[in-house]
Nanobody
Framework: QVQLVESGGGLVQAGGSLHLSCTAS????????MAWYRQAPGNQRELVAL???????NYADSVKGRFTISRDNAKNTVYLQMDSLEPEDTAVYYC??????????????WGQGTQVTVSS
């Protein structure tokens, strides 16, 4: 069993910044990809950014140059630094992780989500 716990969401004015964190815990042997997704009301969940265990990084076009994803492998933690926030960034942000559990089972889990609200 693997758990993902997110923190760092909140309310911020346009142009402001927020820092999200997500820590994975449990029966983890290794983590391959960690990522952040978001879902706004009425929209499908979309990828915001991902980072692999070899530090390959992808960003959604809408956040390039404004958001930065990073990870601390020793802490099984992924971060998302969000700068120059826009009202369009308002959504529930979800952490995602995939990897290997002890015993050899592959896992992929989602966090519970954290609300990010950007006021204009």
């Amino acid at each position: 069993q693997v758990q993902l716990v997110e923190s760092g969401g909140g309310l911020v004015q346009a142009g402001g910044s927020l820092h999200l964190s997500c820590t994975a815990s449990g029966s983890i042997s290794s983590i391959n990809t960690m990522a952040w997704y978001r879902q706004a009301p009425g929209n499908q969940r979309e990828l915001v950014a991902l980072i692999t265990n070899r530090d390959r990084i992808n960003y959604a076009d809408s956040v390039k140059g404004r958001f930065t994803i990073s990870r601390d492998n020793a802490k099984n933690t992924v971060y998302l630094q969000m700068d120059s926030l826009e009202p369009e960034d308002t959504a529930v942000y979800y952490c995602y992780a995939e990897g290997m559990e002890y015993g050899g089972s592959w896992f992929d889990y989602w966090g519970q989500g954290t609300q990010v609200t950007v006021s204009s």
